[in-house]
């Protein structure tokens, strides 16, 4: 089971609050089963509760040629017709390309024109297996919100000036999808839990008793 949001809006997951035509919320015609439609759609503070549960992609329609992100949803408010939502995204799983989307379509329970048109449709299908069908990591459910970063272990924490963010980005977006969620330590990866008083000491303590392997990228800046 899965939440699928589409947004004509490119700018619409950008970490702030989004607001949806109730219309277009788990109704049967805009790709949500009749079953479901009857389980979830009434919005009580039971489905609400089910609902945060779920595994969520976050999509814009595929003509904004914006990359899908992973997430889960942290708040539902209906009001009159429209519904309100906060989320935030699994941010050490690696953006999900719509044409991805479009190629598992089946497996995702997704019509022709799903990832054509705004809406937020639950669906009943397997979106895990569907994602690492289609050489995405794998995640668990439960992973989400993210681990305490003062008491997990780490397979591999990167250390590495300012100046080379964007190359160690995106090595570790690979190392992601090599071990899985969860498994690498890179800052922006737990950006809240970072923000700290006593960075430098938390930073320390990660690295030296929580870290099986450090990475350090030596340069000038270093």
């Known amino acids: 089971?899965?939440?699928?949001?589409?947004?004509?809006?490119?700018?619409?997951?950008?970490?702030?609050?989004?607001?949806?035509?109730?219309?277009?919320?788990?109704?049967?015609?805009?790709g949500t089963s009749a079953a479901l439609v009857d389980e979830y759609?009434?919005?009580?503070a039971g489905s609400i509760a089910k609902l945060k549960q779920f595994p969520t992609i976050f999509a814009c329609e595929t003509s904004c040629k914006v990359d899908a992100r992973l997430g889960r949803l942290l708040s539902i408010?209906?009001?009159?017709?429209?519904?309100?939502?906060?989320y935030e995204f699994h941010e050490s799983y690696p953006p999900i390309p719509n044409e991805a989307l479009d190629?598992?379509?089946?497996?995702l329970g997704l019509s022709k024109v799903e990832l054509w048109r705004t809406h937020w449709a639950l669906k009943d299908e397997d979106l895990?297996?569907?994602?690492?069908?289609?050489?995405?990591?794998e995640f668990i459910s439960s992973s989400?919100?993210?681990?305490?970063?003062?008491?997990?272990?780490?397979?591999v924490s990167l250390s590495f000036p300012?100046?080379?963010?964007?190359?160690?980005?995106?090595?570790?977006?690979?190392?992601?999808?090599?071990?899985?969620?969860?498994r690498v330590f890179y800052d922006n990866f737990f950006k809240a839990q970072l923000a700290l008083p006593n960075l430098d000491t938390a930073l320390q303590d990660l690295y030296r008793k929580r870290s099986r392997l450090i990475v350090a990228f030596l340069s000038e800046h270093y």
């Open 1 to 30: 089971m899965y939440n699928l949001f589409v947004s004509a809006n490119d700018e619409a997951w950008d970490g702030t609050p989004t607001v949806l035509d109730s219309a277009r919320c788990l109704k049967s015609n805009e």
């Open 41 to 44: 759609g009434d919005f009580s």
């Open 77 to 86: 408010k209906q009001r009159g017709g429209e519904v309100r939502v906060e």
């Open 103 to 107: 190629r598992q379509a089946w497996e």
């Open 128 to 137: 895990g297996k569907a994602l690492v069908d289609e050489g995405f990591p």
């Open 144 to 155: 989400l919100p993210l681990v305490d970063i003062h008491e997990h272990q780490f397979d």
């Open 162 to 182: 300012g100046e080379n963010r964007e190359y160690v980005e995106a090595v570790a977006r690979r190392l992601v999808q090599s071990l899985g969620p969860n």
